[in-house]
């Protein structure tokens, strides 16, 4: 079977047991959601959804695949397991908790290989109920942040630094020594003071400085100037199993675009506003 077919047949097999109408239009829904971008989150798992309006309680469907699914999209390879879901549109934090319990469970190449095999819905609920399957309480850092991230060596100089931030397109960076422990953040803005002398700030005429020239000091010194002369010490940081609310407030407090997530000392993850309110509100 294609994908396509497995998530109609899935979602025909939900809406039929459970009388939930439109079978058609979930089924498209679950597509049109999976056009946005593959929801392949491991190797050989896959997790198609679709937020429903209207839903009063999430539905699941689960298929098994030994010999593998083509699933499309770049580097997806096969797919083993398909865990479809149909989530009520109010309750934006389930999926993500959900999509934690299934990376916990199947972190092991052998569960999931495991779990491929099974052919019977029994089988498949007994390995579910087996203890792994719990859900968290509240939603955590650790469900929205990301682990693909970039960090600047704490002994890099201001040239990597302006290179890393031109050649990522992002404003901030994180700051990290050999053992992967945070120590600290540059932004751009902290950039441009450095450039920047103060009392500039204040002026409402810039007639008398046209030719002042503030950024050549910086680009004849770049090579040699370490990036810790414009490295902040303050930025928001929680643990991974921060709730997600406190992640959001420490962005606020710090009038931030990120959240650092560290994990005693060292940086496990970045939380991204836009993302963030993408996986809250859209995905």
């Known amino acids: 079977m294609s994908r396509d077919d497995i998530v109609r047949t899935l979602v025909t097999g939900l809406a039929e047991r459970h009388g939930l109408p439109g079978g058609d239009e979930l089924a498209k829904s679950v597509l049109d959601r999976e056009a946005c971008g593959s929801t392949v989150i491991m190797d050989g798992l896959a997790v198609p959804h679709a937020r429903i309006e209207g839903l009063k309680r999430p539905y699941a469907a689960v298929a098994t695949s030994e010999r593998g699914i083509e699933w499309p999209g770049e580097g997806n390879g096969k797919v083993h397991i398909v ?21 916990t469970m199947l972190d092991d190449p052998a569960d999931l290989k495991l779990l491929a095999g099974m052919m019977s819905a029994g089988e498949v609920f007994r390995f579910l109920e087996s203890g792994k399957a719990y859900l968290p309480r509240f939603l955590t850092a650790a469900d929205i942040m990301t682990n693909d991230f970039r960090a600047l ?127 809250i509100f859209r995905e």
Not at 83 to 103: C, E, H, S
């Open 83 to 103: 865990f479809l879901m149909l989530i009520p549109r109010d309750d934006p934090a389930l999926y993500l908790k959900v999509l934690r319990v299934l990376g």
């Open 153 to 279: 060596p704490d002994d890099g100089t201001l040239q990597t630094c302006i290179s890393a931030l031109i050649s990522e397109h992002v404003s901030e960076l994180p700051v990290t020594d050999t053992a992967g422990n945070l120590k600290g953040v540059v932004r751009a803005d902290k950039l441009l003071r450095a450039c920047i002398p103060e009392h500039f700030l204040w002026m409402d005429d810039y007639s008398s400085i046209l030719d002042f020239e503030p950024f050549a000091q910086v680009l004849d010194n770049e090579h040699s100037t370490p990036l810790t002369t414009i490295m902040d010490e303050r930025y928001p940081v929680v643990s991974p199993g921060s709730p997600a609310v406190q992640v959001s407030c420490e962005m606020m407090k710090h009038k931030s675009s990120k959240c650092y997530v560290r994990d005693e000392g060292r940086l496990v993850g970045i939380v991204k506003l836009t993302e963030f309110l993408n996986k």
